[in-house]
C-alpha cells in the first residue's frame, strides 16, 4: 500500500539515509511505477509505517467483555464519588 502525500507545505527538515545498490534500485523503481520522486515514495511509506507503530502502541482495542469489565474502573477515574 502506498501512502502518496500531496503537500505543498514547505519541508525544513532533511533525512539522510544509507542502503546498498540493490535497495536503491528496488526503491527507484517502486518510485518510478507509482509515478512520484523516490524521496516522496520513502517519505510516504516511511510514514504509513511509523503510523501503524504508533497506533499500536499508544491505543488498546478489547473486546467487548473486556471493556464491560474495565469501564467501572473508568468511569470512576473521572468521577471520584462513585463507587
Known sequence: MVFLMK??????????IRCDVRARELLDKAATYTHV??????LS?????????VQA?????LQPEDFQAFRPHLMRRHNPTLP
Do not use: D, G, P, Y
Open 45 to 53: 511509506n516511511a510514514l504509513a509505517s511509523a503510523e501503524k507503530v
Open 7 to 16: 503537500n505543498t507545505t514547505a519541508k525544513e527538515n532533511r533525512l539522510n
Open 37 to 42: 520522486s523516490i524521496s516522496e515514495f520513502v
Open 57 to 61: 502502541h499508544e491505543h488498546i482495542t
